[in-house]
């Protein structure tokens, strides 16, 4: 048989739980609005500050372009460059941006070729390789998940450089890349001979992998600061990347 009061009771409690829920439901919409709103302030602060970058680089590039003083007019060109990036540039993964008062998208496999592609003829303006033999490369990481014994030190030497005539885009290298880290035990010091290759094109320093790991080294250039490149470390077999570090050129007198 049935028990009204019963029933009564659970109506008023499905009723009391469905406001509660409606509720908390309410609540994390509010919360997700208010964040979402958090993240606009900021995104949109952050995009007003990245355009008053842009615009002082591109008045002071325009200005010191009359210059001589060729260290200067890299340093402008480099943040040009790295506001570029953070921008996007309209062209393909695999396309040189002809220059921003000439905007125009050539394979980047024609980049340093010898013959000038670009109306500007900018492909062929930049064509100094900053991974010569000797130079040398010290890695600061800032994220790791490669493997678990993230590197103390990470660094990479530039052993020996090949250009093809036929094929100037590229620059093939040797390199030794060393490595220490610490485990709970003991301290392990690697030195590393590996191959790769300088893009011009893409201006990308790729060494292949060196060990079982089948890891590589990827070193993204602006192509006016040689002093500097964004690394990444990606997993030979997906490319996932695994590691992100910021090599720094060490300087011969030290
Ligand atoms: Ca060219």
Known sequence: CSRPGTVGLNTETDSTMTRLLTAAILAVALLVVNADDDYSAEFEKLDSRLDGITSRIHN???KIDSRVD????????????????LEGNQCGKREFQCGSKDPQCVPALFV???VKDCRNGHDEDNCDLPTNVGAQFDGHTITHSCNNHRPD????EITKVRRDPYFQTVAFVRANVHLSYTD?????????PTT?????????????PTNEERLIIVCDFDGYNFDRCQGSVKRES????CSTVLFVRKQNDE
């Open 70 to 85: 060729p260290e200067t007019i890299r340093k402008a060109h480099s943040l040009e460059e790295r506001v570029i990036k």
């Open 60 to 62: 002071l590039v325009a």
């Open 184 to 192: 709970a035990t003991k301290s392990f010091a690697l030195h590393l």
């Open 238 to 241: 997906t490319l996932e990347v």
């Open 112 to 114: 340093c070729d010898g």
């Open 196 to 208: 790769g290759y300088y893009n011009f094109g893409v201006r990308k320093l790729v060494l292949l």
């Open 153 to 156: 030190t990470l660094g990479f």
